[in-house]
């Protein structure tokens, strides 16, 4: 039998099974909304591994599975994984949340080709790459950290050598050797630069479309990555710096020239992209980067791309900020800054090392300059408690009052991301009770398990030292209702719009009052009563109704 590809690159979804088996993601379906609960966009990381294939002549592919179930739905992953022949399928298990969804796939793949060789790879497989292929037969390895060098030795030891010799030549993979012992090679030596990397490669996703297209406007985005890397310490960054250190061999980001970033917009302008997000911060190359950046761009013209952001992982001074309003980038430049809590002690011990009047006055120079910029926040850090939250819930109140403020339109966005996973591989991780926090799944079973059941509530990873699991729930959904809010008081939402993000706020609180006694009188049940929950949720009418004729003591 002769195999489509050498390597398949397959990206799952959170959960494969969410049809027969629903989930009520609750509030991290909100902060998604364009990937959706399955998150179907998939680590920018595939791509330059599937170029960096391609142009070594290995016959490879991504498959975006997670698309391909979201968008057909008589899909069945057995059907299109029995038709995919690979010598070797490389799952992606970067972010923690797709812990179910890439188990049950690897699983799949080796009942359907058992001959065929099974790797998972990512964040979340490198810091769990011993408990992966001592705990799941199906697995054949894990390769850990940076994987376009790895996975091409791999595939052509695989043509020279038998499995166990081609696994002990690879670099960066752990195995289990024949006679059951977890071996593991060392680390690859990683690369200083990005410029080697190819990451707007689109001819070798399939699927495609749904993960470029926002379903909002229906123009196409897609991701550019500065470096790979990171210069910060933030506590519950599986990306962090010392997360690159300790796991993936990298003591310094390896950033793209700026050179190579205007070579890949002239490639994203053909292909007919509209929106860019750059991310990373391009600060943390220092100011020649950022001026070569701006000088590279400078008289550029694009047909088809008209917006660009820019995140910051610190405060911006007016100088930088000119900067980038006179580059020409695109039409439009959008920043982003993640200031996390709205107390200083908090944002401090979590690792952002800046001050919450510095937030405003980057807001606030943004806005004279006419630059948009949204401020993201994460719910119960470590160190929090309900006093801080609340200086945050005025924080956000404060910012979101520049929109009604002056004859400009201020263009100033706020939002929180319910954290839920910490992430594995990070700095609380390893070292919980310094930050602030303790960890309710300490292993990779536990993330399994955990993210197995039906209902968000159940996911949350950790514990802080102020606030338990169950209250970190709470305070989400406090947050939720506390921002939609603030929103509709300064005119930022309609009447209308507050009435639906008020009933979906309350349905959400009714339902987790009640999964704990739902799961435990009819375990037989949850999963046609989780059925007829989501349904539930997408009618407002029949969502209030089930507010009404529930207890909601929350």
């Not at 060789?117 to 799941?136: D, Q, R, Y």
């Not at 006055?361 to 949204?374: A, L, Q, R």
Request: hydrophobic share 40%.
């Amino acid at each position: 039998m002769t195999n489509d590809y050498d390597v398949v690159l397959i990206h799952p979804p959170s959960f494969h099974d969410f049809r027969r088996k629903p989930v009520i993601p609750g509030p991290v379906d909100r902060t998604v909304p364009i990937y959706t609960f399955l998150f179907i966009m998939f680590p920018i990381g595939m791509m330059s591994i599937a170029s960096f294939l391609d142009n070594r002549g290995v016959k490879v592919k991504i498959f975006n599975l997670a698309e391909k179930i979201l968008t057909e739905k008589s899909f069945k992953c057995e059907d299109i994984l029995r038709k995919l022949k690979s010598k070797i399928y490389a799952i992606g298990l970067h972010w923690s949340v797709h812990t179910n969804g890439a188990v049950e796939i690897a699983k799949m793949c080796k009942m359907l080709h058992p001959d065929s060789i099974v790797i998972l790879g990512g964040l979340t497989a490198t810091c769990f790459a011993e408990e992966l292929v001592g705990n799941l037969p199906f697995v054949d390895g894990v390769i850990r950290g940076e994987a376009e060098l790895p996975l091409y030795t791999l595939s052509r030891n695989l043509e020279k050598y038998d499995k166990t010799h081609a696994f002990k030549k690879t670099p960066s993979l752990t195995f289990r050797t024949p006679e059951g012992e977890i071996f593991s090679t060392n680390m690859c030596d990683v690369t200083n630069t990005l410029d080697e990397l190819d990451f707007t490669r689109f001819d070798l996703v399939e699927p495609l479309e749904r993960t470029i297209t926002s379903p909002v406007t229906g123009a196409k985005l897609w991701n550019i990555p500065f470096c790979r890397g990171c210069l910060l310490n933030c506590a519950t960054c599986g990306g962090s710096r010392y997360s690159y250190r300790k796991l993936l061999n990298r003591e310094y980001p390896a950033f793209r020239s700026p050179r190579r970033i205007f070579e890949d917009f002239i490639t994203l302008d053909e292909l007919g992209i509209k929106s860019i997000f750059l991310f990373q911060d391009p600060r943390m190359a220092g100011e020649k980067y950022v001026d070569e950046l701006v000088k590279t761009f400078r008289g550029a013209k694009w047909t088809n791309i008209k917006n660009v952001g820019i995140e910051l992982f610190w405060p911006a001074s007016k100088t930088y900020l000119e900067k980038l309003r006179s580059s020409d980038l695109a039409e439009n430049i959008g920043l982003s800054i993640s200031p996390e809590s709205g107390n200083d002690n908090v944002r401090i011990a979590h690792g952002r090392h800046y001050f919450t009047e510095d937030v405003i006055k980057t807001v606030d120079n943004c806005i004279d300059f006419g630059i948009p910029i949204g401020v993201f926040f994460m719910i119960a850090l470590g160190h929090e408690n309900y006093q801080t939250l609340s200086e945050m819930w005025t924080l956000w109140e404060k910012l979101l009052s520049r929109n009604t403020r002056g004859l400009r339109p201020a263009r100033v966005s706020v939002d929180f991301g319910p954290m839920i996973l910490l992430d594995p591989g990070s700095p609380a991780f390893f070292n919980a009770e310094k930050y602030g926090y303790r960890l309710v799944f300490k292993n990779f079973l536990d993330y399994y398990r955990g993210l197995n059941s039906p209902h968000w509530k159940y996911w949350i990873s950790y514990e802080t030292m102020s606030i338990d699991r169950v209250s970190i729930g709470k305070a989400i959904l406090d947050s939720w209702e506390t921002l939609s809010t603030i929103k509709w008081k300064l005119g930022l939402l309609t009447e209308r719009e507050y009435e639906l993000e008020s009933i979906r706020v309350l349905f959400e609180k009714t339902v987790y009052n009640k999964i704990d006694k739902i799961i435990l009188e009819k375990p037989e049940e949850v999963d046609e009563i989780c059925k007829e929950l989501v349904e539930i949720s997408k009618d407002p009418l029949l969502s209030w109704n089930y507010v009404l004729t529930n207890d909601m003591e929350i």
